[in-house]
């Protein structure tokens, strides 16, 4: 009996995990008991307590990006053991095999780029209500908005780039639409509950895939094997009835290499802009399987279905202040039907992205990580037909009151016979897209590493118009002579106006050799090759031929790189590229929606990019500092306007030979002033501008050229030769504070500034040659305060955590999207941003 009380004895172990480079404290670590299935994870302060259940053994340390740890130690019965702080070393090896090769992210102090990494216990602590791109926002280069304010509306820009020229990543998978290049933020709601490290790469970016970046590249690293058993409840409650609950749980490593990690939750709100209700279900899957010490088959499952109101009409500012609601919450979009809200600009969508990933290790210097991938998108947005929605005379009460549906609905029912004179439909937009990518590398020598793969992408998008409701009306008529159905009487669930497929095959290679000239010194050389079919068949227009010609267009791009830490504590890199990228499909099919003929002028955008950084750390100080220019040639810009002529017709133009230069500076700091207070800064400086004016001729929607009375083409001139690049804060600047007032409290202060936003502009509006050199308008300068407190207690057996969180504190009005008509102030067309807003979340670990 006595022995056996001994063999069952225990005691508890305690201690605190840190970055042995920065020494602040490594969240998430996996604490193991060596030869058990004992385990826990450290939290939000590096913090651990373990039960033992002998009295000597080792603690193995691991945690993604850092060299694994052993701890031996020895306890008496029933004691509790401190043993102090333990540093974990970042894993140049690790990081290399596991996260470079898999999802495309840089090594500290050896990849010359420009990056900054955010871990999950960050994302946690500051997104609160916001939009997931928006936690960017403090990172330099970075302008983030929510746009209209719609649940997933947001958007950001690296280095005045917008989201088509931005590739996002999400465990190495690439999610940039493949028609536009566009990225939908309410497609991936639900990733800030299950993402493990996000990364932002400024400038070339380490991205191994066939087709580079121009401005940066986010890569959005999930949750996948969790060597503990465990999870947490959560729950968040907010402004504007805002609602959260959700539950994530790990089943932890099992004997024969099974892993499990499922995450699911529910969100709701009013929306802080009037008529912007929402709702959204998120979900992620990730199963695992350890084969063999040499095979790891990993399969990961995500979404978020959701549906939301929109703010689509921009205003001008004295329009906002006239409303009675004021600027930061009037919609034009929205109003009553029946009772309920109905909005007029609406969204729907669902977009599962399933990867099916493999691991494998060659041999000690070889390993080959492969991802099969697919998605299936169904959705669309709500858009009206008629003049009566919107306007002043169908509102209840007034010009800044809510739509008055009901009286359209009325109306058109005494029509009978004659149609409706205004009806809803949807924009719909379904695709399918299969992907491979796969990367091999091989550690030749000691100095030399090479590593190359395969980018191969199919993708078919759906385009259709379809009546969703005739607002009491009896059918609506065609009134589009180019439509097969043109003079017909349409009902609910009728396509008109559009019912097109847009298809797009790419398939390329890249390969990359890095040699390490010494110890402290190591260069890389890249290059990348891949051709793009594109290819559109209109399945609605009254057109002869049905299916485009395929037109394909050869990609390619070379770029290199040196590193070298002349100190333990100091760096300096450099990088320089060049590529050659295909257009958009967008740009090559002009109006897919009327034409299958495509632009004969539509020709490759070309990048040159150079840039210097210089590092600098410390235990409690870490330094950055880079220096880029970019220059952007013969970026493609294409669109349409309403014809002068024939307010009911469009034209339609495509400018080809735009350039631009993209170059600035930018500063990001650390500092811990003590164990319990840290000090964080960014400094952004940026100059961008177009440099050169352009013309195009005038198509109309069959994509035939518009001549004049003499017989020649009509030209489009466009004068934005020394133009500011607009829709993003050239100028931005961040500092923030926290303090652990508390062993297990936290508090932290945030200000970002946002300067020298211009206003974007619309082409056919800048065609007077008085106008060339004249910026357009320029969004006042704003600063944003946001508060923010964390507390960790026991809950039981349970541990808990409690985040509060204010976003622009001090209710502060500023405009975050501007749009130019000229005359300044006065007709530009703005967002204003939504003042304070506020949210409190419960989590229990278990």
């Known amino acids: 009996m006595m022995l056996t009380a001994l063999a069952q004895a225990q005691g508890v172990l305690t201690g605190k995990v840190v970055d042995g480079e920065t020494d602040t404290p490594l969240p998430g670590v996996n604490v193991i008991v060596e030869g058990t299935s004992i385990g826990v994870t450290t939290d939000f302060d590096g913090l651990f307590t373990i039960e033992v259940d002998k009295n000597q053994g080792v603690l193995n340390l691991s945690y993604v990006g850092f060299a694994s740890k052993s701890v031996k130690f020895t306890i008496a019965n029933g004691e509790e053991k401190d043993l102090g702080t333990l540093s974990l070393q970042m894993d140049e090896g690790a990081l290399d095999e596991v996260l470079v090769t898999a999802y495309s992210l840089a090594i500290d102090r050896k ?13 946690a602590l500051k997104l609160g209500t916001q939009e997931f791109p928006e936690i960017l926002k403090s990172t330099p280069g970075i302008y983030a908005t929510k746009q209209g304010g719609g649940y997933g509306d947001g958007r950001v820009n690296i280095r005045g780039f917008s989201s088509e020229n931005v590739a996002v990543m999400i465990n190495g998978v690439p999610v940039n639409d493949m028609e536009n290049g566009a990225v939908y933020w309410s497609n991936w709601a639900g990733l800030g509950d299950v993402t493990s490290t996000m990364q932002v790469q400024r400038g070339l970016g380490a991205s191994k895939v066939a087709v580079p970046s121009i401005g940066g590249t986010i890569n959005i690293v999930t949750k996948s094997i969790d060597a503990v058993e465990g999870g947490k409840i959560s729950s968040s409650i907010g402004n504007n009835g805002y609602l959260k609950y959700g539950m994530t749980y790990s089943t932890g490593l099992s004997d024969k290499g099974f892993a499990a990690t499922v995450s699911a939750s529910r969100i709701k709100g009013d929306g802080y802009v009037n008529g912007l209700q929402f709702e959204g279900y998120n979900y992620f899957v990730n199963l695992s399987q350890q084969i063999n010490p040499n095979h790891l088959l990993s399969f990961n499952a995500f979404g978020a279905q959701q549906e939301h109101g929109q703010r689509y009409t921009r205003e001008t ?47 000690e210097k070889t ?37 008055d549906f009901d009286k359209i609905v009325d109306e058109n029912r005494e029509r009978g016979a004659l149609g409706a004179t205004d009806m809803i439909f949807a924009s719909n937009n379904s695709h399918q897209w299969y992907g491979i990518l796969s990367t091999f590398k091989n ?51 009728d396509t008109f106006g559009k019912d097109y497929d847009g298809k797009v095959l790419r398939g390329g290679v890249f390969a990359q050799a890095e040699y390490d000239i010494l110890d402290n010194f190591n260069v890389f050389l890249a290059a990348d090759i891949s051709n793009t079919t594109y290819s559109v068949e209109n399945n609605l227009k009254n057109i002869e031929k ?15 790189g040196a590193n070298y830490n002349f100190t333990d504590n100091q760096n300096v890199f450099a990088n320089v590229g060049y590529f050659s990228r295909a257009p958009f499909l967008t740009n090559v099919f002009l109006n897919a929606t009327g034409s299958t003929e495509a632009n004969k002028d539509a020709v490759n955008e070309k990048v040159f990019s150079t840039e210097l950084g210089y590092g600098f750390r410390l235990p409690n100080l870490k ?40 170059q600035g500076v930018e500063l990001e700091l650390s500092y811990n002033v003590t164990d ?52 993003a804060a050239q100028t931005t600047f961040a500092v923030g504070a926290s303090y652990d007032f508390a062993p297990k409290s936290t508090i932290f202060v945030d200000y970002n500034y946002a300067g020298d936003m211009y206003s974007s502009y619309y082409v056919e509006d800048r065609d007077d040659s008085k106008q060339e050199g004249i910026n357009t308008w320029k969004a006042p300068d704003y600063g944003l305060f946001d508060l923010g407190i964390k507390h960790t207690f026991d809950f ?30 006065q007709n530009a067309l703005v967002y204003f941003g939504a003042g304070r807003t506020y949210s409190v979340s419960f989590n229990l670990k278990f």
């Open 546 to 560: 049905k299916e485009s010609d395929k037109v394909d267009f050869l990609g390619y791009g070379v770029k290199g």
């Open 796 to 825: 039981g057996p349970f541990q808990a955590s409690l985040y509060g969180k204010i976003n622009n504190a001090l209710n502060t009005e500023y405009i975050s999207d501007a749009n130019d008509q000229g005359n300044g102030a």
């Open 443 to 493: 550690r030749t020598t000691d100095k030399l590493t090479i590593s190359g793969g395969i980018d191969g992408r199919y993708y078919i998008g759906s385009h259709w118009y379809e009546i969703t409701d005739l607002l009491g009306g009896d059918y609506w008529l065609n009134d589009n002579s180019s439509d097969l159905n043109a003079g017909q009487a349409l009902q609910v669930g």
């Open 676 to 727: 319990n207070f840290k000090f964080n800064g960014m400094l952004s400086l940026g100059d961008w501008k177009w440099t050169n004016n352009v013309e195009g001729v005038k198509q109309d929607e069959n994509g035939e050229v518009i001549t004049g009375d003499d017989g020649n083409p009509q030209k489009l001139f466009v004068y934005s030769k020394d133009l500011k690049v607009g829709d």
């Open 317 to 363: 500012i004295e329009e906002y202040k006239r409303t009675e609601q004021g600027p930061k919450r009037f919609n034009a979009d929205w109003g009553y039907k029946n009772g309920k809200i109905y909005n007029s600009s609406y969204n729907f969508y669902h977009k599962p992205q399933m990867s099916l990933n493999h691991y494998w290790t060659v041999s």
């Open 111 to 123: 990849t010359p780029v420009a990056v900054s990494t955010i871990k999950s216990e960050e994302i």
């Open 623 to 662: 330094v950055a500092l880079n220096l880029y220019r970019t220059q952007w040639i013969d970026k493609s810009i294409a669109g349409s306007y309403s014809n002068p002529a024939d307010q009911n017709t469009r034209l339609f133009y495509n400018l080809q030979g735009v350039d631009a230069v993209h």
């Open 367 to 403: 390993n080959i990580s492969t991802a099969l991938y697919a998605s299936f998108g169904s959705g669309g947005g709500r858009r009206t037909e008629g003049d009566k929605i919107g306007s002043d005379e169908y509102r209840i009460g007034g010009f800044d009151q809510p739509i």
